[in-house]
């Protein structure tokens, strides 16, 4: 690993007054080890650290980022509304273009509701769900992740329909002992689950493509089996977007399985990252005779101070203008798939094994033989390889993901030299991994 006098300087003044040394955990680079990269500024598809390093940067804020950074109609629309005013806590013309702009491409939402984060999101979701049913349990799937209400900080209990444990301290056994945790892709359990408790079961969330476990697709029959329990048991389906959202596809994970499952849709949706292009912008939304269950029309309490932030919003909807462009999606998803095309190549002929999937601008790869269906499975994945895969490619100027259970970006601002540039590296980098 090369050198970092600055970062490492950075990172120990960090670290002397931010837990870790910073403000979310997987950036302190723990999982991988090493220096953390301490970012002075970022254009396109690069990024560049306090050394003056450049990387092609394959996380665009975990991702955001689809346009690239610094895209001139995003930042034009962002500095006229800084100009225009930050925050008034009063409605804005804009937060209704952006719902609108929401709501155009994804059919199953008649309305929504903004908020500053994926966790603030996925938490008024659920309160919604069981809100709108009158019930108390909620399902979610064992490696999603959808931040860090109390909630859904809980890992799967002994058995296949026992309820969760806390994953964090600070959360009572109490507040998730109406979670049931179920392995993901397990229709046994799911059937398990719903015959024990299906009448008292508020919603199911999912990760309908799971990159909180590196790139996981939730199988047809598994999501085709979780549409009708939900369907038969009265419980709503919420699908958590806010990594697939205008990632995947346009229309988000769910248009890419209502292709190949007829008529299929979630009730609830959960949406951030790329409707915020980089600001705290998320949202939650749905048929309009549950969302008309919020406050101030409803019971379900829900609020914020910055929900809906004019310059956050101006952010967000230039963003989805311009990948509405008709074509953008084609290109993106085919720039991807070139790049796991290559990482796959270079893996087969260095005699590493490697598995690579990608959808739309999202990928993963992992260093197995087989593509894992559930979260044990990406965990016995090769960790000590991927890190030195990870520190290898990022001497050579890639930035990928910090962690062998996260998923990668690719903008439309990477073009095919930026492609070319990753491929190579990595053949070199498992070069040195057949060792
Ligand atoms: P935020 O509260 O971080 O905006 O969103 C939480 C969240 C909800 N749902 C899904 C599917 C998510 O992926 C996330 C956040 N994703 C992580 C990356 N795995 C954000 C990076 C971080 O925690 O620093």
Redesign the pocket.
Known sequence: MALQPRNAALFERAQRVIPGGVN????AFRAVGGTPRFIARAEGPFLWDAEGNRYIDYIGS??PMILGHGHPSVLAAVQQAALDGFSFGAPTEREIALAEAIIEQVPSVEMVRLVS??????MSALRLARGATGRPLIVKFEG?????ADALLVKGGSGMATFGHPTSAGVPAEVVQHTLVLPYNDLDALDAAFDAHGARIACAMV?PI???MNFVRAGDAFMRRLRERCTAAGALLVF?????GFRVALGGAQSVYARRLPGFAPDLT?F??VIGGGM?L?AFGGPRAVMEQLAPLGPVYQAGTLSGNPVATACGLATLQEIARPGYFDALAARTRSLVDGLQQAADEAGVPLVTDSEGGMFGFFFAAELPQRYDQVMATDKERFNRFFHAMLDRGVYL?PAL???GFVSSAHGEAEIAHTVAAAREAFRSLRS
């Not at 984060?117 to 996925?122: F, H, I, L, M, V």
């Not at 999603?144 to 860090?148: E, K, P, Q, S, V």
């Open positions: 979310s955990p997987v950036r975990w991702g984060s994926g966790t603030e999101a996925a999603c992740y959808h931040g860090h990760e799971a990159g909180n958590d977007e806010v990594m697939t959960v951030g990252k705290p998320a993901a259970y996260e998923a």
